[in-house]
């Protein structure tokens, strides 16, 4: 490790990360195991972390990530949503239809930002904070398939509102971050030769700014 880094910082950052990846919690022991680490580093690494509600400790001794992260988490959003509105802007006023950044929150697609298209005489209203699951809607299937090769992208249709039609693409390039650009729409079927190019550009120019 360079010596211009904190190694016990650095550790404990490693601790969240093992921890939020492990949804059936860890003891000690195994978190020991998991970072290659001392049991005893890792013991005051967790105590410190608990005292911040960063870890949470449940009747059995395993260890969880705990909800002081989310107050860490909601100082983020803001800044996601100033990030993303100029892109969402343009996408919604190019394709006349509802353009939304959407991220994972647990097993849930939560929308953190949304752009209506000023020109049309109709269009489908999508709620900021609205939340579905991951395996339903465009936004949702589009983060499944940020690990996908090339340009990919999920078509979706009336699966969260009769009538409307979704497309988006996972945004990537951003560590931590699954999330994914989309738009939905009530017109007839999507042009993916039309929509798609410019979602995923949308998608990856939100990753550029946010990276």
């Known amino acids: 490790m360079p010596s211009e880094t904190s190694q ?4 404990g950052l490693r601790v969240l990360r ?5 949804s059936e919690g860890l003891t000690v022991t ?4 998991r970072l290659d680490v001392n049991r005893t580093v890792v013991h005051r690494l967790v105590s410190t972390l608990e005292q911040h509600g960063l870890v949470r400790r449940d009747a059995r001794s395993r260890l969880f990530v705990g909800l002081g992260v989310l107050h860490l988490a909601s100082g983020v959003q803001p800044l996601l949503r100033d990030l993303a509105m100029p892109v969402l802007r343009r996408l919604a006023e190019s394709l006349g239809s509802t353009a939304h950044l959407t991220v994972a929150d647990g097993d849930e697609a939560l929308a953190l930002a949304v752009v209506e298209p000023t020109w049309t005489d109709f269009h489908v209203a999508y709620r900021v904070g609205a939340r579905h699951p991951l395996t339903q809607g465009a936004a949702g299937k589009a983060i499944g398939l940020l690990d996908a090769d090339g340009d ?4 979706t249709s009336g699966e969260l509102q009769t009538g409307a039609r979704g497309l988006a693409a996972p ?4 560590e931590g971050l699954r999330a994914s650009v989309g738009i939905v729409t009530l017109e007839g079927m999507i042009d993916e030769d039309v929509v798609a190019p410019q979602v995923i550009a949308a998608a990856r120019e939100v990753g550029e700014r946010l990276g």
Do not use: I, K, N
């Open 8 to 11: 016990t910082l650095d550790r």
């Open 171 to 174: 945004v990537r390039g951003v």
């Open 18 to 22: 093992v921890l939020a990846d492990s």
């Open 152 to 155: 990919a992208y999920a078509v």
């Open 30 to 33: 195994e978190l020991s195991h």
